[in-house]
Structure formats: C-alpha cells, structure tokens
C-alpha cells in the first residue's frame, strides 16, 4: 500500500476499535486513541509507535480476516511505523534508506571498513599497520588517541543530534491538533514503562507467536 493507503487504513481501524474496546488493557496503544474521535496524521503516527506488535489485540480481536472488518492492528501499525521513521528522520536525505535498510546498512558498513583502512594506510605506512608495538603507550601507536576521540566523538554527536531532531519533528507533529499534557508523573510513567519492556508482555500473558502460544520470550530477548 502507498503511504496514503496506510494512512486510510489506519484510521479505519483506530474508528472501529474505539467503537469496541475490548482490546483496551492490552497494551498502552488503546488507552491513547480512546482520547481521540478523530485521528489525525500525527495521532496516528504516535499510535503506531505506542505498538511494539505483540500480537495480543489480533489473537483476541472477533473482526480480523476474514471478516469483513479485516482487522490487522498490529500488521498495519507496524507499516505506518516504519513509515512515520522515514517521515521523521534526519537528515532528510538520508529517510530512502529505511526502504531498503538491510542493504543499506551492510553497503555503508562495508564502504566505511574500506575508507577507514585506506585512511590509515594514507595517515601511516601500510607497514606499520602490520608491525609489532610494545611497549607503553602501544596501543595508541597505530591511532593517536586524539583521532580516535576526534572519529568516534563526531559519530556519537551525529547519532545523538539524529534522534534530537528526528523527535523534534515527531513531537511537533503530534503536538500539532491537540498539545499534550507532560507532566513528572507522565515522564516517569513512561520512562518505567519502557525500562520494565511494560508492553512486550502482551498484556500479561506474553506475546503471540506463530503457533498463536503466549510466551515472554520476545520479552526475554530484548
């Protein structure tokens, strides 16, 4: 589906399970769209990322395929999801890759090993790549100290200033129609329930899994 179906069907589905409810205890994705009557892009884009796709609300679900309903909120959420990462991430220019993430990574993984070993060849002789170092300060012979802070320092910034701007834009997104209320309370909720893995326990009988068996273990994993 195109990012506008995904959207469409999205809301259909917010629309029929807030006219049921019954999936409500679940998990933390229910509690929140039963604040809203209509859905707006950003309300949407927030649901499906309160999902972590345990599976619980389509196993208990009375209108998924094949009734004509065809009720798949974990299956949809997990598209919108990976759609609002493209919508919000940052730079811009570099959303496309979650498309083709696998490949992107393993590419840029590979490309970045290539440009680091040439970039030492060309800082030192090939030869001393290879040779042996004793002694003290060894370690930091074949990369001063000073580069390898100076490298990683600027990857660590990258990665930490990416998220900052990527949930600028999320939260200003779903800010945008109706502001939400951030409280100490509200924080440490959020942040208790997200070191706890509160909603990977499929409403506290474990998550589904393909033999429709509850079981912690994606809990456990994680």
Excluded: K
């Excluded at 800082?123 to 060894?138: D, M, N, S, T």
């Excluded at 834009?169 to 800010?175: E, H, K, L, S, T």
Aim: overall charge negative; glycine content about 8%; proline content about 5%.
């Amino acid at each position: 589906m195109s990012g506008t179906e995904i959207l469409g069907e999205a809301e259909r589905l917010m629309t029929v399970c807030n006219s049921c409810r019954y999936c409500e205890g679940l998990c933390a994705v229910f509690p929140a769209m039963e604040m809203r009557r209509e859905f707006a892009e950003g309300d949407l884009n927030y649901l499906a990322n309160l999902c972590h796709a345990c599976g619980a609300c389509y196993d208990d679900c009375q209108f998924t395929p094949p009734h004509e309903f065809a009720v798949n909120v974990p299956q949809t959420l997990a598209q919108l999801r990976r759609q609002s990462w493209e919508r919000y991430a940052w730079p811009a220019a570099l959303a496309p890759l979650f498309r083709r993430n696998g490949i992107a990574v393993a590419l840029l993984a590979a490309l970045s090993v290539t440009l680091f070993l040439i970039g030492f060849a060309i800082y030192r002789e090939p030869e001393f790549l290879f040779a042996q170092h004793v002694g003290p300060g060894a370690f930091y012979r074949v990369m001063p100290h000073e580069i390898m802070v100076a490298l990683f320092g600027g990857v660590t910034i990258f990665a930490v200033a990416s998220l900052m701007f990527s949930l600028r834009a999320f939260w200003r997104d779903v800010d945008r129609d109706m502001p939400l209320h951030v409280d100490a309370v509200s924080l440490w909720q959020g942040v208790r329930d997200a070191m706890t893995l509160r909603y990977l326990d499929g409403g506290g009988v474990g998550c589904m899994n393909e033999d429709e068996e509850p079981r912690d273990s994606r809990r456990i994993f994680h």
